[in-house]
């Protein structure tokens, strides 16, 4: 099992950055493909990007290509979101998520352990 803490958000203008981090505990880290997933309020939980367990594979949704950058430290057990030229659009509580398969996969039902989730709030 595998606990999960976000971290980073806040509120930033538009065109902003921030960078999320993700802490997680164990020793297996390594072991999981991580995902980070947003929602927004009165919208489902929708996939942002993801990464393989070596972090040599990334995924992105089709918003975010371009803007967002998704890493991972082993050593650290830590895995990020470096998001640029934020907009109103992205406001949204963003969720870290740890799965145990081998493929990089974009559905939240795929995914075994969640954060509690940070806020990000852009303005306009």
């Known amino acids: 099992q595998v606990q999960l803490v976000e971290s980073g958000g806040g509120l930033v203008q538009a065109g902003g950055s921030l960078r999320l981090s993700c802490a997680a505990s164990?020793?297996?880290?390594?072991?999981?493909?991580m995902g980070w997933f947003r929602q927004a309020p009165g919208s489902q939980r929708e996939f942002v990007a993801a990464?393989?367990?070596?972090?040599?594979?990334?995924d992105y949704a089709d918003f975010v290509k371009g803007r967002f950058t998704i890493s991972r430290d082993n050593n650290k057990n830590t895995v990020y979101l470096q998001m640029s030229s934020l907009n109103p659009g992205d406001t949204a509580v963003y969720y870290c998520?740890?799965?145990?398969?081998?493929?990089?996969?974009?559905?939240?039902?795929?995914?075994?352990?969640w954060g509690q989730g940070t806020q990000v709030s852009v303005s306009s």
């Open positions: 164990g020793r297996t880290f390594r072991s999981y493909v």
């Open positions: 990464i393989s367990r070596s972090g040599g594979s990334m």
């Open positions: 998520a740890a799965r145990t398969g081998l493929a990089i996969v974009n559905t939240f039902s795929a995914y075994d352990y």
